[in-house]
């Protein structure tokens, strides 16, 4: 079954590219209404996630926030498939950008940078954009199943210059050394549920994120920077902001409080552009959550 699915995103990926653009895009958003509409588990938990960002919107209100979720989800997919025929000057006229030279003037500093955030947008067309400028970017893939589906992900972000490391005990410090070699390492940190995740309270209930972020920024004494990354019309929009850093307290102490504060960072974000967050999994630990390994 692994191996049919490969080979389906396989096809898609081969074909998304040959046909013309805009037949491409708008059978996306058809398919995504029509996926919507048949209201399965990952739009339900969607939508469940969705109506904790927005606790007073209406129900035709937050139907419509769905709706556009999934347009987003889909239009993520068919970038990925096309994002390696973009070129260079359709990457960088595509992005806007708000407090940009707080990553530029540290990749200009030679001392690495960390850049957190949450599925939000098009992180790859962002990552693109900035190895386009000449910065070395490096991330964690989780690993995939099959083996040949994972490496097609890791040899499409290589192509655009992001080295993406695979998630095992040796990732931490091999970020560090990127890092101090002036590497920026981005981080999608909005989701750890296993027993090493931080609580943090965000929006209206517990959820755990991460330490890898905060636990780099104390390590290397590298600025940590929130990113927040929306979809515009042409492309996309990335707002950047700096992650508080804590002095107080244990090491603990401090690792949480920086967790929490890049969460209230997401949570800025996410309600701001709740439709582009991408997040179709379980996030908050209450309810019938049970805690895995």
């Not at 209201?39 to 996630?49: E, I, P, Q």
């Not at 695979?166 to 981005?186: F, H």
């Not at 940190?189 to 209930?205: E, M, P, Q, T």
């Not at 309600?271 to 379980?282: E, F, K, S, V």
Request: hydrophobic share 45%.
């Amino acid at each position: 079954m692994e191996v049919v699915s490969a080979w389906g995103y396989f096809a898609a990926w081969r074909l998304l590219r040959l046909l013309p653009e805009r037949f491409v895009y708008s059978n996306a958003y058809r398919i995504a209404d029509i996926i919507t509409k048949r209201n399965g588990k990952n739009v339900r938990r969607l939508r469940s996630n969705l109506a904790r960002t927005k606790p007073d919107v209406t129900d035709l209100d937050l139907e419509i926030i769905v709706y556009k979720g999934m347009r987003s989800v889909f239009r993520y997919y068919v970038d990925t498939f096309r994002l390696q025929d973009w070129s260079q000057e359709r990457i960088q006229g595509t992005v806007t950008t708000t407090n940009e030279h707080l990553l530029l003037d540290a990749i200009s500093a030679g001392n690495g940078a960390i850049v957190t955030l949450p599925h939000v947008g098009n992180y790859d067309h962002a990552a693109a954009y900035f190895c386009s400028k000449g910065a070395k970017i490096v991330t964690v893939a989780e690993h995939l199943k099959p083996e040949a589906l994972f490496k097609k992900f890791l040899e499409y972000r290589a192509a655009f210059g992001m080295e993406a490391l695979p998630i095992d005990s040796r990732v931490l410090p091999t970020l560090a050394q990127r890092l101090r070699a002036g590497y920026v390492v981005a981080l999608a940190a909005d989701r750890d549920l296993s027993r090493s995740g931080i609580n943090v309270k965000f929006f209206d209930g517990t959820a755990r994120m991460p330490a890898g972020p905060a636990v780099l920024a104390l390590k290397t004494g590298a600025p940590l920077i929130y990113a927040m990354v929306s979809y515009t019309d042409v492309g996309i929009h990335i707002d950047f902001e700096l992650v508080p850093l804590s002095n107080h307290g244990t090491e603990s102490d401090k690792i949480a409080a920086i967790v929490q504060n890049s969460a209230n960072l997401f949570a800025k974000g996410i309600a701001q552009y709740p439709h582009d967050w991408h997040m179709m999994q379980r996030i908050w630990i209450d309810g019938d959550f049970q805690e895995r390994d």
